[in-house]
């Protein structure tokens, strides 16, 4: 079967290929709105399945995977960063607590769409403002949920302590992906 990833995330594209999978990146235009009152663990899924039913109708040999990624603290979803300022806010917000980062993914065939999350916990140490500051002006983290990237410069001199998978926390939950995709 041919399998098309609809993400533009370079770091979902890095994990799905070292997972040992040949697949085709394709595009999905579609508008991530989340309904007003919905539960935070349930939000990823959600949007997930929103690109799904968003795109083409598949063929009998398409396998099309799609995922999104939410980060929580202190209740509230903290998406991708507008600005400059809104990243540094977000950060101060994660600074010396622990937050929740959930990752959902549809795996879609003609027949039927298998949707699941996964949830890790991630505590930060004190973040400082200049620490904030050199890490959002050096890596720009505008495409990142939380306004982060747990692989780069911040999760590495930053995180205490992780509970639940590193690459649910860097995008797609590796070890869901490969098991529905071997189940199918």
């Not at 200049?130 to 990142?144: C, R, S």
Request: glycine fraction near 6%; charge should be negative; hydrophobic fraction near 40%.
């Amino acid at each position: 079967m041919k399998l098309l990833l609809a993400s533009q995330s370079p770091r979902r594209k890095e994990l799905l290929t070292n997972l040992g999978f040949d697949f085709e990146v394709v595009k999905i235009d579609c508008e991530e709105i989340l309904p007003e009152h919905i539960k935070i663990g349930e939000a990823a899924a959600y949007l997930s399945e929103l690109k799904a039913r968003a795109f083409r109708e598949l063929t009998a040999d398409e396998v099309l995977l799609t995922a999104d990624t939410v980060v929580a603290a202190d209740g509230q979803i903290l998406g991708k960063p507008k600005d400059e300022k809104d990243a540094r806010q977000m950060l101060r917000m994660l600074s010396g607590k622990t937050h929740q980062v959930y990752t959902g993914i549809s795996i879609k065939t003609t027949d039927k769409t298998i949707t699941e999350t996964d949830v890790a916990d991630v505590e930060f140490d004190e973040i400082t403002d200049d620490e904030i500051d050199y890490y959002v002006q050096n890596y720009k983290p505008f495409d990142k949920a939380g306004s982060y990237g747990i692989q780069e410069w911040l999760g590495m001199a930053k995180i205490r302590k992780l509970s639940g998978s590193f690459y649910t926390i860097m995008g797609l939950p590796t070890h869901l992906v490969y098991k529905i995709l071997k189940e199918i």
